[in-house]
């Protein structure tokens, strides 16, 4: 696709409309989409009713966005507090006006040219937590950006991207950490590749690895071939901090 062009229909304003006032940390609340799959509990799924079998054939589009930007588009919108906020290729991101689809602010940091990608130039989404939003960058690094004027509050490097890693994936926070992953070059290794985490207040963005409890021989993203962490994609077993 060369081009996005976002269509929001009128029974899916009702996601914005219902509750204008909505937190961002009322993650179980119908009115808004906190995270990547919904909410902390991974839903996917919203109670708001006003789209059924009786009404789906009176939706029309309210308004379209259209970004310029070449590539893929496979994020996962977050809408609370009024506001929508996507992401989309080659590290660029944008802050909508839920209701007019007018734009607040935008991002963009321009990715290495070498970066390893196997799947295109593509993200996944935002993570929120109060006043702070977070997402990946291709050349593997994690930032925090300020919900209201996207400022760039901080930014961690997860892994090395002349190594081969990259990051694509939407975030996830739990309690005072940013989850998130890495796949690397070889799709073998990057099933097993270690999630990151980073303290969410943490200007620095510090950041600490995990390993898979079941497979001790699964070090700094490389798993040896044949093991568990390998041949179980998505299955990563109990996490545990790496002690090195």
Same mark, same amino acid.
Request: proline share 8%.
């Given at each position: 696709?060369?081009?996005?062009? =976002? ?43 006003? #789209? ?11 308004? =379209?966005?259209?970004?310029? +930007? ?65 997402? +990946? ?6 930032? *925090? ?24 994936? *939407?975030?996830?926070? +739990? ?6 992953? =890495?796949?690397?070059?070889? =799709? ?25 409890? *079941? ?7 490389? *798993? ?15 996490? #545990?901090?790496?002690?090195?």
């Amino acid at each position: 696709m060369k081009l996005l062009v =976002m269509g929001i229909l009128a029974g899916a304003m009702a996601l914005a409309q219902s509750d204008p006032s909505a937190s961002a940390s009322a993650s179980t609340s119908p009115s808004t989409w906190t995270s990547y799959g919904k909410n902390s509990f991974g839903w996917r799924y919203s109670e708001l009713d006003q #789209i059924n079998t009786k009404t789906v054939s009176r939706l029309a589009p309210q308004w =379209m966005y259209q970004t310029n +930007v070449p590539g893929k588009n496979e994020t996962t919108p977050l809408v609370f507090d009024g506001m929508m906020y996507i992401t989309g290729p080659s590290n660029n991101a944008w802050a909508l006006d839920a209701l007019t689809g007018r734009p607040i602010w935008s991002y963009r940091k321009a990715p290495p040219a070498n970066v390893d990608l196997c799947c295109g130039p593509v993200n996944r989404g935002f993570a929120v937590h109060g006043n702070k939003l977070f997402k +990946v960058d291709l050349q593997g690094t994690l930032v *925090a950006l300020d919900a209201k004027s996207g400022a760039v509050l901080w930014e961690a490097t997860l892994d090395d991207y002349k190594k081969g890693y990259s990051a694509t994936a *939407a975030p996830l926070v +739990v309690k005072n950490l940013v989850v998130t992953g =890495m796949p690397a070059r070889s =799709m073998a290794r990057a099933v097993s590749l270690m999630p990151t985490m980073s303290k969410l207040g943490n200007a620095s963005g510090a950041s600490t690895r995990w390993q898979p409890r *079941a497979n001790r021989m699964v070090r700094a993203g490389q *798993a040896t071939p044949g093991s568990a962490a390998e041949a179980r994609p998505g299955l990563p077993g109990p996490m #545990i901090p790496d002690s090195t």
